[in-house]
């Protein structure tokens, strides 16, 4: 055996990190129980609640506007089909070291090329534009009448001209029918193939739950009852002083009666439920290999899903925690220092690339955004070093530009689409009243927006245009952090 670690990563979509706490009514044992083994991230952000910017951040340690993927590649909205050409993936430094390395799952990176591009051997299913298999429902077929033929129990909300939205449902068959225990049975075999040899190997499990629309099969479609699901804590905001796009997605979601949000959020419980026991039976298969001792596990999120929270649904725009934090929990007996810890300090998902090398001994990826999180794994930094955070969301199907900077308890959420946010998350953790007015808070916002240029200039992000009709950042930076003007000025 190979005194580097082995390394498994079970990456969801739209998986909430509240939900695999151990204390949260979500039935999730498998995560808590890994959590307890191990070191629960408490503070792991994604760097754009949209897919494919958030796994290019994953992938190559570096902020969208340095890895070009700016929103969904897959369709004609794309405003880049592809990383850019000088970028590198810590997968090929991994296999560059020596390691085995092994991918099925969601990709969602690039249209122009696949994980074997990027030093994967691909298995079983691999869906490179993201396709969901919901339970043994591969809908939906062109019409309502024809996907209730398929589905019980449903949450729809109707658009007038549009089709309905299904938000939740019941699928008939079993959990072995269902694309993540197919993704699962062959990663199983996988890792089969993998533990047996004598070099050290790279295992990607990337499932497309727990994505909307929430359909999953019996029994996890009726494991929590809707009754006694209480609603999130911001469910009554009306959004009044947030931006309109916020207010105007609410407005879909206001259809629903608590009881069918009640019954969403059930089935929403019910699919994370639904992967937890297939994320158990990858970790059983690792113990019984007997190379759990040095091998990371990681479960994660490429982002997170509102779920309820202040009245939405989904992801996008509305730049709350519920659909930023994402989990992050890592095992690893032969290296973790005093298991069991909670860690506070502020993770991103384009750090754990950096770790994954640091571990393997292997060098780092050049000029990376990402830092690795080792020192925190194996206690030899004491947390609490990382209090900021800084975001890039460059809009979905439709397009906008949105910036986070928090540092500490305040976050600012630049809007250039509308006016912008700021929040003190100590005092109100549920992002209930919007402080940018507050004039007690001006010296507050001057250094946030301070900090966000210096993140800026660091990522070489877009948002520096002195240009009158988009320079709308309330303060513009220091000519020390202004980024030299393009050729085209």
Same mark, same amino acid.
């Given at each position: 055996m190979s005194d580097r670690p082995n390394i498994l990563i079970v990456m969801c979509d739209h998986l909430q990190s509240a939900v695999t706490r151990a204390d949260h009514p979500c039935p999730m044992p498998r995560a808590a129980?890994?959590?307890?083994?191990? !070191?629960? $991230?408490?503070?792991?952000y994604t760097l754009a609640t949209h897919c494919c910017p958030a796994r290019a951040s994953f992938m190559t340690a570096l902020y969208?506007?340095?890895?070009?993927?700016?929103?969904?590649?897959?369709?004609?909205?794309?405003?880049? &089909?592809?990383?850019?050409?000088?970028?590198?993936?810590?997968?090929?430094?991994?296999?560059?070291?020596?390691?085995?390395?092994? @991918?099925?799952?969601?990709?969602?990176v690039s249209a122009l090329e696949g994980p074997k591009d990027r030093g994967w051997h691909e298995f079983g299913l691999v869906t490179a534009t993201g396709h969901r298999g919901r339970g043994t429902w591969d809908g939906p077929p062109p019409g309502r009448r024809d996907r209730e033929q398929h589905l019980s129990n449903c949450v729809w909300v109707p658009r007038d001209g549009w089709p309905d939205v299904l938000l939740s449902g019941v699928s008939g068959?079993?959990?072995?029918?269902?694309?993540?225990?197919?993704?699962?049975?062959?990663?199983?075999?996988?890792? =089969?193939? +993998?533990?047996? =040899?004598?070099?050290?190997w790279c295992l990607y499990v990337g499932w497309g739950g727990p994505h909307d629309p929430y359909v999953i099969p019996e029994p996890y479609a009726s494991l929590v009852d809707p009754a006694s699901v209480t609603l999130p804590a911001s469910y009554g905001d009306d959004l009044a002083d947030r931006p309109a796009i916020y207010r105007r997605q609410q407005q879909l979601w206001n259809q629903l009666t608590e %009881?069918?949000?009640?019954?969403?959020?059930?089935?929403?419980?019910?699919?994370?439920?639904?992967?937890?026991?297939?994320?158990?039976?990858? !970790?059983?298969?690792?113990?019984?290999?007997?190379?759990?001792?040095?091998?990371? !596990?990681?479960?994660?999120?490429?982002?997170?899903?509102?779920?309820?929270?202040?009245?939405?649904?989904? /992801?996008?725009?509305?730049? $709350?925690?519920? %659909?930023? /934090?994402?989990p992050f929990i890592v095992r690893w007996p032969g290296g973790i220092a005093d298991p069991g810890r909670? !860690?506070?300090?502020?993770?991103?998902?384009?750090?754990?690339?950096?770790? $994954?090398?640091?571990? %393997? =001994?292997?060098?780092?990826?050049?000029?990376?955004?990402?830092?690795?999180?080792? *020192? +925190?794994?194996?206690?030899?930094? *004491?947390? =609490?070093? #990382?209090?900021?955070?800084?975001?890039?969301?460059?809009?979905?199907? &439709?397009?906008?530009?949105?910036?986070?900077?928090?540092?500490? #308890?305040? /976050?600012?959420? $630049?809007?250039? @689409?509308? @006016?912008?946010?700021?929040?003190?998350?100590?005092?109100?953790?549920?992002?209930? /009243?919007?402080?940018?007015?507050?004039?007690?808070?001006?010296?507050?916002?001057?250094?946030l927006l301070d900090r966000l240029w210096v993140w800026a200039r660091d990522t070489q992000d877009t948002i520096d245009n002195q240009y009158p009709t988009v320079g709308l950042v309330p303060i513009g930076p220091h000519p020390s952090l202004r980024r030299s003007p393009t050729p085209e000025g």
């Amino acid at each position: 055996m190979s005194d580097r670690p082995n390394i498994l990563i079970v990456m969801c979509d739209h998986l909430q990190s509240a939900v695999t706490r151990a204390d949260h009514p979500c039935p999730m044992p498998r995560a808590a129980q890994l959590g307890g083994e191990g !070191v629960r $991230f408490d503070a792991c952000y994604t760097l754009a609640t949209h897919c494919c910017p958030a796994r290019a951040s994953f992938m190559t340690a570096l902020y969208p506007t340095r890895h070009g993927v700016y929103n969904n590649i897959a369709n004609p909205t794309a405003l880049r &089909l592809g990383l850019n050409p000088d970028c590198v993936t810590w997968s090929e430094v991994l296999r560059d070291r020596g390691y085995q390395l092994s @991918f099925t799952g969601k990709w969602h990176v690039s249209a122009l090329e696949g994980p074997k591009d990027r030093g994967w051997h691909e298995f079983g299913l691999v869906t490179a534009t993201g396709h969901r298999g919901r339970g043994t429902w591969d809908g939906p077929p062109p019409g309502r009448r024809d996907r209730e033929q398929h589905l019980s129990n449903c949450v729809w909300v109707p658009r007038d001209g549009w089709p309905d939205v299904l938000l939740s449902g019941v699928s008939g068959g079993t959990i072995e029918q269902t694309t993540e225990a197919r993704q699962t049975a062959d990663a199983l075999e996988e890792l =089969g193939r +993998l533990s047996s =040899g004598s070099d050290p190997w790279c295992l990607y499990v990337g499932w497309g739950g727990p994505h909307d629309p929430y359909v999953i099969p019996e029994p996890y479609a009726s494991l929590v009852d809707p009754a006694s699901v209480t609603l999130p804590a911001s469910y009554g905001d009306d959004l009044a002083d947030r931006p309109a796009i916020y207010r105007r997605q609410q407005q879909l979601w206001n259809q629903l009666t608590e %009881a069918e949000v009640r019954q969403a959020i059930a089935h929403y419980w019910g699919y994370c439920a639904l992967l937890d026991e297939l994320f158990g039976r990858l !970790v059983d298969a690792l113990d019984a290999s007997g190379q759990a001792e040095n091998t990371i !596990v990681v479960f994660t999120s490429d982002h997170a899903d509102l779920v309820g929270a202040h009245g939405l649904f989904l /992801k996008g725009i509305p730049a $709350f925690e519920e %659909a930023y /934090k994402i989990p992050f929990i890592v095992r690893w007996p032969g290296g973790i220092a005093d298991p069991g810890r909670e !860690v506070r300090s502020i993770a991103r998902i384009c750090d754990f690339g950096p770790t $994954f090398l640091e571990a %393997a =001994g292997a060098s780092p990826i050049p000029d990376a955004d990402g830092r690795s999180l080792l *020192p +925190l794994l194996t206690a030899d930094e *004491p947390d =609490g070093r #990382r209090q900021e955070l800084y975001t890039q969301m460059n809009g979905v199907e &439709l397009y906008y530009t949105q910036r986070i900077m928090r540092v500490g #308890r305040y /976050k600012y959420v $630049f809007n250039g @689409f509308d @006016f912008d946010e700021l929040y003190d998350l100590e005092a109100d953790p549920n992002e209930l /009243k919007n402080l940018i007015n507050d004039p007690a808070l001006e010296g507050v916002r001057r250094r946030l927006l301070d900090r966000l240029w210096v993140w800026a200039r660091d990522t070489q992000d877009t948002i520096d245009n002195q240009y009158p009709t988009v320079g709308l950042v309330p303060i513009g930076p220091h000519p020390s952090l202004r980024r030299s003007p393009t050729p085209e000025g």
